[in-house]
């Protein structure tokens, strides 16, 4: 606070009682600037290098030129089984057209917008506008599966796979993308069968291929989805322009207790140009033979304060067996059967029960499957990620053994302000650190980090806090970033407290103190959101960012890219005169 600049600290200025300026000279900085809904005709812009003066005035908030992305996507002519291609229907789709960040650890840049089915014939069925910066963007179109069969006729499935195609944004571009053309596309036929060679069990599977676009993309879906028929045969049709090989995946209907199949890297050659291509058939997919399913309960208990077990209510559960490969399959075949259930709650039949269909075991031998068991963020029962249990038969002891869960560990402190007022009301959020995942090797086991969902609390009448945490995350010690988000009124910097450590022993119920951990200070800077042709914007947003540095990668080898994300230090929205005002961490 201050009355006259004199009041302030080397170049800072004094204005409406604050002090502005002195700015943070210690970290490399980026942002985003978002327009606000009632401007399409500007678009999401990232700034590199954003700079506050000494005086804390902010620099370059403008938006700068664009180029428009519209036109139509339609269904190819030959895939609509008309005699003539006069019109050719809308397609409804989602189109997502997307690059790389500019600044180290940025989010990617990405634009999604909905095709409209109801456009006229003299109307575009999607527009949006891209930054004029002549970069290479991909585009994904990916057709809404359930709004396809509007244009079906006579009960035919209609085939339309995504598309995907590369644009530079120089200058405005038009466009009519087709989907389900043939000379697009090549066939892939097969039929999923027991081992005995009867099909008939499984029709109505949901079929569909995952592919890759270029070598460094992940996999995609890459073909509409079918449903099989009544011998479980199908037939997909995936794009000519995707790498050749395809990941095959049959999946029940939902409701169904069958397992999921998947053959992976199968290789289906483009057909040649100047003959009609024939459909590239599988060998019969086999599923292994297994006696029917059987409803088994499993008892989820949980340690108690005291030392005793107590049900675990709502707690979802997932279970999952791999079926032995069959003789004489060569193929990358594997064959899941996962099931998924939620624990019965407090005040329900059999609290902490959790009834499930599995697949029994035989006589002669048990069937293992992995359980992994979520508490809700909220409960005080540890996660559990690597439980195996047996069943057998599920004749006469269809109640299994009781799955019991560590406690949680309490975790407290306080946090306060850089004056070492407390900072009270404040929401925290907890996350992963990113230290954490980048050990994970395994991408299913980064992906299974990334869906689970962390408590949130707010900051008490003294800036304390109480969270329950799980004290290893995927058989590696926890470690959590704790982000603050103060309110515009407190004026106290967004902060990240990174990779904090909350493990425990084993049986430890012993509770963490973090004691008191205190924001850094606050410097206060501003500026003018403009527009692309300079004028006052208000209600535009700006999300800034603060890069991270290589010492924060130990794990990274010299030539890799730093896998860290760039750390959120702000969120604000220019107000009614387009003036910002942000509040950056100064540590």
């Known amino acids: 606070m201050c009355d006259v600049s004199a009041d302030c600290k080397g170049a800072q200025v004094c204005d409406l009682g604050v002090c502005w300026g002195d700015p943070p000279d210690t970290s490399t900085f980026a942002a985003i600037i978002i327009p606000p809904a009632n401007r399409p005709d500007l678009a999401p812009t990232e700034l590199l290098d954003i700079g506050v003066a000494p005086d804390g005035t902010i ?41 790389s960040a500019t600044f180290a650890g940025g989010p990617q840049y990405r634009r999604t917008v909905l095709t409209n089915i109801e456009a006229t014939a003299e109307e575009d069925s999607f527009s949006l506008r891209l930054p004029r910066d002549g970069a290479e963007y991909r585009v994904t179109v990916m057709p809404d599966e359930t709004s396809l069969d509007t244009l079906a006729q006579g009960g035919t499935q209609i085939q339309a796979p995504p598309f995907s195609t590369t644009i530079r944004s120089d200058d405005d571009i038009e466009v009519v993308w087709e989907l389900g053309r043939p000379d697009q596309l090549k066939s892939i036929e097969g039929c999923i069968t027991s081992a005995t060679g009867n099909g008939s069990n499984f029709s109505g599977m949901h079929v569909s291929a995952l592919g890759r676009w270029t070598s460094l993309s992940a996999l995609t879906r890459a073909s509409s989805i079918v449903t099989t028929a009544e011998d479980g045969c199908f037939s997909i049709s995936v794009p000519i322009g995707m790498l050749d090989d395809f990941d095959i995946i049959a999946r029940p209907d939902p409701g169904t207790t069958l397992p999921t199949l998947r053959l992976a890297g199968e290789h289906v050659r483009d057909p040649d140009p100047f003959e009609p291509g024939e459909p590239h058939v599988l060998a019969p997919l086999r599923m292994p033979n297994a006696p029917n399913p059987v409803i088994f309960k499993l008892p989820l208990m949980g340690l108690s304060s005291g030392g005793a077990l107590e049900p675990v209510s709502g707690a979802s559960l997932h279970f999952e067996t791999t079926f032995d490969k069959l003789d004489g399959e060569e193929r990358d075949i594997r064959v899941r059967f996962a099931a998924q259930v939620t624990s019965n709650g407090i005040g329900e039949e059999e609290p902490g029960m959790a009834t499930v269909n599995l697949y029994p075991g035989s006589f002669d031998v048990n069937r293992t499957y992995n359980v992994q068991v979520l508490p809700p963020p909220d409960s005080k029962f540890a996660s559990s990620f690597d439980t195996t249990i047996e069943v057998g038969t599920g004749e006469g002891a269809p109640v299994l053994s009781s799955l019991d869960l560590r406690r949680r560990i309490a975790v407290t402190g306080t ?21 954490l995942r980048q050990e994970l090797g395994d991408s299913e086991e980064r992906n299974t980090l990334d869906n689970l969902q962390f408590p949130s609390e707010l900051t008490g009448e003294t800036g304390d806090f109480l969270l329950w945490l799980d004290p290893e995350l995927l058989g590696l010690m926890a470690r959590y970033d704790f982000e603050l988000a103060p309110s515009d009124f407190s004026a106290a910097p967004r902060w990240t407290f990174s990779d ?32 692309s042709e300079g004028h006052l914007l208000p209600g535009a947003e700006i999300r800034w960012f603060q890069m991270p540095s290589q010492d924060n990668c130990p794990n990274a080898a010299p030539d890799e890219d730093c896998d860290i994300p760039a750390r959120l230090v702000g969120i604000w929205e220019s107000d009614e005169n387009g003036q910002v005002v942000a509040v950056l961490p100064d540590p």
Do not use: K, W
């Open 500 to 531: 904090l450590s909350v493990g425990a022993e084993e049986g430890s119920l012993t509770a963490v103190e973090l004691g008191t951990l205190r924001l850094p200070a606050a410097s206060y800077a501003r500026g003018e959101m403009r527009d």
């Open 59 to 99: 620099r370059g908030l403008e938006f700068g030129e664009t180029v428009l992305v519209h036109g139509r996507v339609v269904l190819g002519c030959d895939s609509r089984n008309e005699e003539t291609c006069d019109s050719a229907p809308l397609v409804p789709a989602q189109v997502t057209i997307e690059r």
């Open 415 to 435: 946090i306060s302000r850089d004056d070492s007022e407390p900072l009270i009301n404040t929401p925290i959020a907890v996350r992963p650190s990113p230290l």
